[in-house]
């Protein structure tokens, strides 16, 4: 089945740093991947889709010079926050899907990045 | 705005037992309804998904039921097990699978011996 690999699964980083996550699909070509926010407890909250070869689309609210993702390949997108800082310490979790003739096909989750900003 | 409302929110079932989970939409433009079942630590996995052209789908011990004039749709785990016991999110989306997700609130279950 598809796999899609999140890096790193946990990192914890000083406030004021910025963090880069990586999504990649290993046995598939994502045209597409989201990336979601969750808190703990919480519902799983979209922030961006991420379009290969093009900017970002994000959710109202979501601070797109803070949460800066990069879609350079059919195989990886990247979430980096910059400037973190301990409100933005959560479960980032990314799902692709793949190309336009695999359209009824379901989105595949990674198994999410927790970020802790100390 | 919740357009994804889910009920209840921890739920508590026997083994052996049958659990329900029911979640209610707003927005009549949905055309797709996937469950999710989340461990702790880990990314959602697509449980079973409906679309609003069908009334009930079956996998397994899994089933949704589907009432398109109520906004309503529901999971049914048959035989629950303990192994079950995870955090269940219905989603919804326009377009079909792979558009952007809606989420419910989630729905925590624990399935005991």
């Known amino acids: 089945g598809a796999v899609v690999s999140q890096h790193p699964s946990w990192v914890i980083c000083k406030s004021g740093t910025s963090v880069k996550i990586e999504c990649r699909s290993l046995d598939f070509q994502a045209t597409t991947m989201f990336w979601y926010r969750q808190f703990p407890k919480q519902s799983l909250m979209l922030m961006a889709t991420s379009n290969e070869g093009s900017k970002a689309t994000y959710e109202q609210g979501v601070e797109k010079d803070k949460f800066l993702i990069n879609h350079a390949s059919l195989t990886l997108s990247t979430l980096t926050v910059t400037s973190a800082h301990p409100e933005d310490s959560s479960f980032y979790i990314c799902?692709?899907?793949?190309?336009?003739?695999?359209?009824?096909?379901?989105?595949?989750f990674g198994d999410g990045t927790r970020l802790s900003i100390l | 705005q919740q357009q994804v409302k889910q009920s209840p929110q921890s739920l508590i079932v026997q083994k052996g037992g049958i659990s329900i989970i029911n979640c209610a939409y707003e927005n009549t433009a949905f055309d797709y309804f996937p469950w999710y079942q989340q461990f702790p630590g880990k990314g959602p996995a697509l449980l079973i998904a409906?679309?609003?052209?069908?009334s009930e789908k079956k996998e397994g011990r899994f089933t949704i039921s589907f009432n398109k004039s109520a906004k309503q749709f529901s999971l049914h785990i048959m035989d629950s097990q303990p192994g079950d016991s995870a955090t269940y999110f219905c989603a919804a989306s326009i377009g079909g699978t792979a558009s952007k997700l809606t989420f419910g609130t989630g729905t925590r279950l624990q399935v005991t011996l």
């Open positions: 409906i679309r609003p052209d069908v």
């Open positions: 799902s692709a899907r793949g190309v336009q003739r695999q359209l009824n096909q379901p989105q595949h």
